[in-house]
């Protein structure tokens, strides 16, 4: 697997309508001329790994030039949340449908992400989860709960 992580940004359809696939580090090297300023945007964000203050600066005026289109989030990763919690105009206007939610094996180390629909009404991740790799700890939250759930406040 290559290492590459520059931005990218890929749009897919999928059941009749856009989506818009963005992932590696969001930084000065991201771009959004190709997005559409005439239809709802739906940003599939799993793919972004890192997030700097550059692509934060970059992120935030795509928001605001974008803000009377209904944008939706979904299958953010922890990179994004920990961004949405940090810098509110990050978010916008936009409506988070899913996540991902960081854990860690406090007996193995190995580190793991839980998808997490929030439109089904899943708010609460589960606080452990079976280690898939040691099969022996549990993986609990890494980090501190209530603060990665705080942008859904
Ligand atoms: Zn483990």
Known sequence: MLLDNKFNL????????????ISGNLDEDARFDEVRKDQPLVFDMRGIVGVNSCGVRNWVNFMRDHKNQPITFRHCSPAIVHQMNMVPSFKGHAQVFSIYVPYACSHCDAEDRVFLDLVKGAREAPTKVPCKNCK??????????????AFAA
Request: zero cysteines; a negative charge.
């Open 136 to 149: 022996v700890g549990k993986m609990e939250i890494d980090g501190d709960e209530q603060q990665y759930f």
């Open 10 to 21: 890929k749009k897919k359809f999928e059941d009749g309508r856009e989506v818009i696939y």
